[in-house]
Nanobody, 126 residues
Framework: QVQLRESGGGSVQAGGSLRLSCRAS????????MGWFRQVLGKEREGVAA????????YYADSVKGRFTISQDNAKNTLYLQINSLKPEDTAMYYC???????????????????WGQGTQVTVSS
């Protein structure tokens, strides 16, 4: 089992920045990918970024390229999402997820992740 706990959300004005964190604990040895997702109440969950736990180029959704940066500190078992130039449409609950498969590029697709955090709310005002 893997437990994930997000933090770092909050209320900010448009143009601001936030750094979300996701601390992983438990049996993480079979985790190949870490991802960030977001969901607005009443809408489908959107995958925004993913990264291989073994390194390599991250994957970003087109909607966030250039503003979002996913990174990880394996020594701390922590995943990060740096969000710059925040827009009101970035308002959502942000979730981190763990899973993936060996030899398959990590992408933020729901069905490829087995473990999910509780989420952290990001609210952007104009």
């Amino acid at each position: 089992q893997v437990q994930l706990r997000e933090s770092g959300g909050g209320s900010v004005q448009a143009g601001g920045s936030l750094r979300l964190s996701c601390r992983a604990s438990g049996y993480t040895f079979n985790i190949y990918c870490m991802g960030w997702f977001r969901q607005v109440l009443g809408k489908e969950r959107e995958g925004v970024a993913a990264i291989s736990t073994g390194g390599g180029s991250p994957y970003y959704a087109d909607s966030v390229k250039g503003r979002f940066t996913i990174s990880q500190d394996n020594a701390k078992n922590t995943l990060y999402l740096q969000i710059n130039s925040l827009k009101p449409e970035d308002t959502a609950m942000y979730y981190c997820a763990a899973g993936g498969r060996p030899f398959v590029r990590c992408r933020p697709l729901d069905h490829e992740y087995n473990y999910w955090g509780q989420g952290t709310q990001v609210t952007v005002s104009s």
